[in-house]
């Protein structure tokens, strides 16, 4: 038997390019500033050429990573066999240096063009990706809010590869409370801190790809106000650096430990001391205290938007994984012929009750991954429009704001649902580790937890960005989705679901006033109760609008194709846009209508049964 690793990730290209280039109109803004270097067939290229490196350099060590996970000996973290090399590879490349901005060397490609590629790293090998998209993420704060000397110092370091990144919150004793944090900044005097504490559940936390690890550190200065008011944030590189940029002596940062994870397990999920011998040296991002979290939020809005493209990679793997296998496993005999022993056993893709599961995988793996690219979209355009027209800019930015929670939660509820439909459509198969499912499952539970739970997700949209600019986001929202339903009530395909996408976009907007209600007459212990339904089938109707639309370009791009062989693939493609925009809108987006008449009932249930009465141990 052959030990070269073999890849089993697969996309669909066909999928990502209809979503760049025929649904959402990136060719509106490619070939002006900001993208005046992006073109279609650059674009193009793009996308083939990151999933061939996925296919061929991430991919073969998805379960490679999994398999052998992290080491940690003697203070040191040994990575999976192949990942120091892939790190090499996928810098050479550029892949990561897409998104960044020309001053630091990178290409300032569009955020569409940027997710469709990260999907493909996300999806063959989540947890490799996540190195450098946490170094990426740290390094764009910086670039944001650090002084010029900080930006030149560690940016283009952490941009390019040569040094890693990380972002540190979570502590033992809080969790999600990251305003009880206890870790410490006490002023040396000379722009300097002596940082103290201990951080839990850092991804990416140490590796042995590059010399230098950048952690940016949310710590209390001595006389800072309680709570997250009184956090600022901190520059804590594993290794001092010189003013001229070179290392010099370890800066008393130190893994205690590594996490023994469910999945994921290719990355180095750790608890790192900082300053157990009183020698930690850490510098303000920027130059104010205790503004540490509204810095935070930038690099916790690009990972939330991160982790939800993490669900839909991980989801779409599975769903193409059990597809594939549907298509060639065969078992039993149609079920028009159940009864006759001698029948042909067919392919299992030819039972009625597969077929429904690859539908359902289907829809909550695409309107998802619409969703995302719809909040790219939003992203391009404000900076497509910045300076220019800034009430359009600012319109694509409440949007962008808004769909952020959705996409977070949503994303990664569903993937977790879609893994496990796809190990159900392999039957027992599904549970060895012969084949990749069980490990997209494992690997997925994580992206509903980190990076602020799916339920702070739900909470941050009911309590802030639904009221955000007085509710104009939202009614933007809800118009947009309204105008859809209006212009399309009697499109030959389309006409027959906005029946139902209205009936959701009356419940969503029902549920807004009901919410608003919850709090003018202070009934607020409600609201956590509601929040996470609330998000749910406001997600549910954005994607059934997302489908629908795909479905009527597909519908009217049907009629304009030639016969023959030449164009039955994208035949088949369309075709597949349509059915399953209506088994979503069917299926899937009546629970919208359904949730709104559950919250109506205001049931305080789980409020009233007392403590002692969950169960009697």
Same mark, same amino acid.
């Given at each position: ?19 760049? @280039? ?60 192949? @990942? ?116 839990? @559940? ?416």
């Amino acid at each position: 038997m052959s030990s070269t690793p073999q890849n089993r990730y697969k996309a669909d290209l066909r999928e990502t390019k209809f979503l760049i @280039f025929e649904q959402f109109p990136l060719d509106t803004l490619l070939g002006a500033p900001p993208f005046e270097n992006w073109g279609r067939d650059e674009c193009s290229m793009v996308v083939d050429e990151a999933y061939k490196f996925s296919c061929e350099v991430t991919g073969p060590l998805n379960s490679i990573g999994d398999r052998e996970g992290c080491k940690l000996e003697g203070g040191k973290i040994t990575t999976p066999t192949g @990942f120091k090399d892939a790190w090499k590879r996928l810098y050479e490349a550029g892949w990561k240096a897409l998104a960044a901005e020309p001053e630091y060397d990178g290409q300032s490609a569009p955020s569409m063009l940027t997710l469709a590629v990260e999907e493909f790293l996300c999806g063959s090998n989540p947890a490799f990706n996540m190195y450098g998209g946490l170094a990426h993420g740290a390094a764009e704060v910086i670039a944001h809010f650090g002084t010029k000397v900080q930006r030149g110092r560690y940016v283009r370091n952490m941009l390019h590869g040569t040094w890693g990144g990380t972002m540190c919150l979570t502590e033992p004793h809080a969790g999600s409370d990251v305003g009880s944090a206890r870790t410490t900044a006490k002023r040396l005097g000379d722009g300097k801190y002596q940082i103290t504490g201990t951080k839990i @559940f850092i991804s990416a936390g140490d590796q042995d790809f590059t010399d230098n690890v950048v952690h940016l550190v949310l710590a209390r200065v001595d006389g800072a106000p309680p709570g997250t008011k009184g956090l600022s944030l901190f520059i804590v590189p594993k290794v001092r650096v010189n003013d001229d940029g070179s290392l010099a002596e370890p800066n008393d940062v130190t893994v205690a430990s590594i996490e023994h994870k469910m999945g994921i397990n290719g990355n180095a999920t750790c608890v790192l001391n900082f300053g157990d011998d009183g020698k930690c040296i850490g510098e303000l991002v920027g130059e104010a205290e205790n503004v540490g979290m509204q810095q935070m939020f930038m690099l916790m809005n690009t990972a939330r938007i991160g982790v939800g493209l993490q669900g839909v990679s991980v989801g779409a793997a599975a769903y193409l994984a059990a597809l594939d296998y549907a298509k060639d496993r065969k078992q039993g005999a149609p079920i028009t012929n159940w009864k006759d022993a001698t029948a042909p056993r067919v392919p299992i893709i030819d039972h009625p009750d597969v077929r429904r599961m690859l539908m359902e995988m289907k829809g909550r793996v695409e309107g998802p991954r619409a969703l995302i690219m719809k909040l790219a979209f939003h992203a391009d355009s404000v900076r497509a429009l910045k300076g220019k027209d800034d009430q359009a800019a600012a319109y694509h930015q409440g949007q962008l704001d808004l769909l952020v929670p959705l996409v977070k939660a949503y994303s990664t509820d569903q993937a977790y649902k879609v893994c496990e439909l796809a190990i159900q459509t392999f039957g027992g198969h599904g549970y060895l580790k012969d084949h990749p499912v069980e490990q997209c499952a494992r690997d997925a539970k994580i992206f509903s937890i980190y990076e602020g739970t799916n339920h702070i997700q739900a909470m941050d949209l009911v309590g802030r960005k639904l009221p955000q600019n007085g509710g104009a986001n939202l009614q933007a929202f809800l118009g947009d989705v309204g105008r859809f339903i209006a212009e399309n009530e009697k499109h030959p395909f389309v006409g027959s679901l906005v029946k139902d996408l209205a009936q959701a976009h009356e419940a969503v907007a029902g549920t807004a006033m009901r919410l608003l209600s919850w709090f003018q007459s202070g009934r607020m212990q409600i609201v956590p109760l509601a929040a996470n339904r609330v998000l749910e089938m406001m997600s549910e109707l954005a994607c059934g609008w997302l489908l629908c639309d795909a479905a009527r370009i597909a519908h009217d791009k049907l009629d304009k194709l030639p016969p023959g062989e030449e164009s039955a693939a994208d035949r088949a493609f369309y075709e597949g846009k349509k059915y399953v925009a209506a088994y979503f809108v069917k299926n899937i987006l009546p629970h919208a209508k359904l949730t709104a008449e559950i919250l109506g009932r205001e049931d305080t249930s789980a409020l009233d049964i007392p403590v002692a009465a969950f169960a009697s141990v």
